[in-house]
């Protein structure tokens, strides 16, 4: 019984950028239990929204968990209405994070919403590290990931803050290499960065994202294809218990 | 706890400690496992398994609807070769009933898997007969008597283990598609498998679900599957295990009153975890509550 579901209280909840908020949640157990690129299962108080939310988390503290999270629907949405001091019932952290390795120059690839995992994961990380992030409009823990020692580029699509383009773009603009990539954000984006760093022979971990129902490996809605030697070439990993971290090079994509 | 007796006999020599089981499709023994002890359990009902892998359907295949929700794995499973190798082991480590869910596309596919599964320790099987039949132009096996009955009657044959026939409410007449599968041998019925749902996304005009139809479950369909229920338990003799939309100790004792001898827990489970020792505490407070000593006694406390 090493997992559970617990009740937190919200100690910030704010929001950090055009609907995406910053919640603060003090629970031991799930702080504990976290490890970076992991995500907890957030519920509803409304009994018409049946699934919890899996967000990604931010940063763990001692008895404190911070999430970052878009608002995209009516969960989260009741979410970013809470106020410090409200209950909150969550798991304890799910799935299988990053790992970090052992490299002198990391690269931190992260799109959007993808970039909350990668504040973590930062704290872990020995030797250099760069990050890479893209966004539509307005930039978000850039200045975050600045105070933890990242030498941080931005690029967004409409070029209002940062490079033009996308991040596969920026790193070729600005000719940045690293020895190892670690990346989580849309799939697009994933895939695009997973074939750049194959071309160039360097590793990288991908956080996927598909859409779950129990996020704790019971319910098989959550697959992605990975590499096999069997007839098809491929079988069906469970992003929620089996990653959401793969390597790319195992990713069929 | 208490001196309720929890225990209940399912048909075909079957006896489960209690009445709490997990429905097919939304129970994984190992990682159930890390969220409660799956020796609370009366019966551990895996997922649907047939002859060979099935690679199930594209994502998404998971929709959250009001109270409810839809899913469209379509039954990915590693086939019954790997089940008996590589999962039943795990499952059969637990002082619990194992009852296997069959899936077939074909009658000969169910039969494969019942002859296989008979010659293992699995306690019962469960043959899920709302998968299409592919022989048919892929009308489910449970919508029509003849095809359930057909079903029945074959893996009767070559079954030597207690057979569960799990009813698709997909249906006109629930009792006559009860009535023939009991006609040809079921030990006992579990009702009622998902409703065929759908849900489209009005901002990006289209389904969400990638296979555009899928199995719409959870509390939204309580109503209908207590109905059912109820319907089939004045229809046929077998004992019958209810589920669709059970989340409380409550709602358990709904179906029970309405004629079920067990009951399932699946959508709520996978809100969460711990849903089926959670609902079997509280179907025990609720019988304390009223002086049920047995599941015998509130079975029969239908006023009507």
Redesign the interface.
Same mark, same amino acid.
């Given at each position: =019984?090493?997992?559970? #579901?617990v009740l937190g209280k919200v100690l910030l909840n704010e929001m950090i950028e055009k609907d995406v908020y910053k919640m603060v949640i003090r629970q031991e157990e799930a702080a504990k239990s976290a490890a970076p690129g992991q995500f907890v299962n957030l519920y509803t108080k409304s009994?018409? =929204?049946?699934?919890?939310r899996p967000i990604s988390i931010c940063e763990i503290g001692t008895d404190t968990l911070t999430l970052v999270y878009g608002v995209v629907g009516k969960g989260t949405k009741e979410f970013s209405s809470y106020n410090v001091g409200d209950a909150i019932k969550l798991?304890t952290a799910l799935g299988n994070g990053f790992t970090p390795a052992d490299a002198k120059v990391h690269i931190l690839v992260g799109g959007g919403i993808g970039v909350p995992p990668l504040v973590e994961l930062a704290k872990h990380l020995e030797g250099e590290k760069i990050a890479v992030i893209g966004f539509r409009e307005a930039p978000f823990l850039h200045e975050r990931l600045e105070e933890l020692g990242v030498k941080v580029y931005v690029a967004t699509d409409s070029g209002a803050h940062g490079f033009k383009g996308n991040v596969v773009e920026l790193m070729e603009e600005k000719g940045l290499v690293g020895d190892y990539y670690y990346s989580c954000g849309p799939k697009p984006m994933l895939r695009a960065l997973a074939a750049f760093c194959e071309a160039k022979g360097k590793p990288v971990q991908v956080s996927l994202e598909?859409? =779950?129902?129990?996020g704790?490996?019971?319910? #098989?809605?959550? #697959?992605?294809k990975t590499k096999a030697a069997n007839e #098809?070439g491929y079988e069906?990993k469970k992003v929620c218990?089996d990653g959401p971290v793969f390597l790319g090079s195992e990713v069929a994509w | 706890m208490s001196k309720i007796d929890l225990s209940v006999n399912i048909g075909g020599g079957l006896i489960l400690d209690n009445p709490i089981t997990t429905a097919s499709? +939304?129970?994984?023994p190992?990682?159930?496992?890390?969220?409660?002890?799956l020796n609370e359990l009366g019966a551990m009902i895996t997922?649907g398994i047939a002859n060979v892998p099935w690679? !199930?359907n594209p +994502?998404?295949?998971?929709?959250?609807t009001?109270? !409810?929700?839809i899913?469209s794995?379509g039954l990915?499973n590693p086939g019954v070769d790997y089940f008996i190798e590589h999962e039943l082991p795990f499952a059969k480590q637990f002082n619990t009933k194992v009852i296997a869910n069959v899936a077939g596309r074909s009658i000969e596919d169910y039969c494969e898997v019942v002859e296989k599964l008979s010659e293992t320790d699995v306690d019962a099987l469960e043959v899920n007969i709302s998968c299409p039949n592919v022989k048919k132009g892929g009308i489910g096996f449970g919508v029509q008597c003849d095809l359930a009955g057909s079903v029945v009657k074959e893996v009767r044959r070559v079954s030597k283990k207690p057979l569960i026939i799990k009813l698709s409410p997909n249906v006109t007449d629930i009792t006559e598609i009860a009535k023939a599968v009991e006609a040809e041998g079921a030990d006992a019925i579990s009702l009622i498998n998902t409703l065929l749902g759908m849900k489209i996304d009005v901002h990006r005009m289209r389904p969400v679900i990638a296979n555009k139809m899928g199995g719409f479950s959870?509390?939204a369909i309580k109503p209908v599957a207590v109905r059912m229920v109820y319907q089939v338990r004045r229809a046929v003799n077998v004992p019958i295990i209810g589920l669709g939309g059970i989340m409380t100790g409550e709602d358990a004792a709904e179906f029970i009153l309405a004629g079920a001898d067990a009951i399932s827990v699946g +959508?709520a489970?996978?809100?969460?975890? +711990?849903a089926p020792v959670d609902i079997k505490r509280e179907l025990v407070e609720y019988m304390e509550r009223y002086g049920f000593k047995n599941l015998a006694e509130l079975r029969g406390a239908l006023n009507e």
């Open positions: =019984m090493s997992k559970k #579901v009994e018409s =929204m049946l699934l919890p798991t598909e859409r =779950m129902g129990c704790y490996g019971a319910c #098989v809605g959550c #697959v992605c #098809v069906q218990k | 499709g +939304t129970f994984s190992r990682e159930s496992s890390e969220f409660y002890d997922k690679e !199930g +994502t998404p295949r998971i929709a959250e009001y109270g !409810g929700m899913n794995v990915q959870g509390p +959508t489970a996978l809100v969460n975890p +711990t």
